[in-house]
């Protein structure tokens, strides 16, 4: 790869809220569920805002908001498996039914792509919803690796999935990248040693994007290979060394 011509080696992106809009198909199967057991419903805004943990955990933040309980008496009452065995159900057949790209994000990823720059996807949803969700939107083959919140023992923001990348294809940090919406990518990256980008639109639990300071705010994905991106990305990376 010619370094002179692209300013990074490797770009890990987030996906609920980076890659894909995905909270209204979230939010269906969430009540699906929660219809199916004779509970009340849960509001679109809710589920943006409970995005970034996995569906489990959000499975478990919806039941208990309904239900006016804990979230440990809602792990521990005896019909949890049979509530979580429904939402599985329920997820997987609203997958891709209405979630949809941001703007710019498959032109994009071609053309890091053309340009050999790796691209992986580190996200805390399941691996079963990550691949039927990037099946649905044509993305997969884009990506040289995908790691999922079931692929190692820990998820985001240890930063297993990062590390795992920058050794898979031998890059060093200064030349990675880590795309996001949320704190959780926020502290994956600071906790990876890797420059951190985020964008305004995803679902970062109702806080505003830049009280997680990054060292960018992107509008959308153009920026990521406008023409100025090796002096931006260059700049990130000697605020990174600064607070390391």
């Not at 795309?179 to 600071?190: M, N, Q, Y």
């Not at 992107?218 to 990521?224: E, K, P, T």
Request: overall charge negative; aromatic content about 8%.
């Amino acid at each position: 790869m010619n370094q002179s011509t692209t300013a990074f080696d490797l770009v890990m992106f987030d996906l609920d809220g980076t890659l894909i809009e995905t909270s209204p198909e979230i939010a269906d199967a969430t009540n699906d569920t929660l219809a199916q057991f004779g509970l009340p419903l849960v509001t679109l805004q809710q589920v943006n805002d409970w995005i970034g943990h996995g569906t489990q955990t959000l499975l478990v933040q919806a039941l208990a908001t309904v239900q006016g309980i804990s979230k440990e008496a809602v792990r521990a009452a005896d019909n949890f498996a049979a509530i979580s065995a429904a939402f599985v159900q329920h997820y997987e057949r609203r997958c891709g039914t209405r979630s949809h790209l941001y703007p710019h994000v498959r032109e994009v990823l071609e053309t890091l792509k053309g340009q050999g720059v790796k691209l992986a996807v580190v996200t805390n949803k399941e691996g079963r919803y990550t691949q039927v969700v990037l099946d649905a939107h044509q993305l997969a083959p884009t990506f040289d690796r995908v790691i999922s919140g079931d692929s190692f023992a820990t998820k985001k923001p240890t930063p297993v999935g990062v590390e795992a990348c920058l050794a898979q294809f031998g890059v060093s940090k200064d030349r990675a990248l880590f795309v996001g919406d949320s704190s959780i990518d926020a502290a994956t990256a600071r906790n990876a040693g890797v420059p951190v980008w985020l964008l305004p639109y995803g679902y970062n639990m109702g806080e505003p994007i830049e009280s997680c300071q990054p060292d960018r705010v992107i509008a959308d994905f153009s920026a990521l290979v406008a023409a100025d991106v090796g002096a931006q990305f260059a700049a990130s990376v000697a605020r990174q060394a600064a607070v390391a």
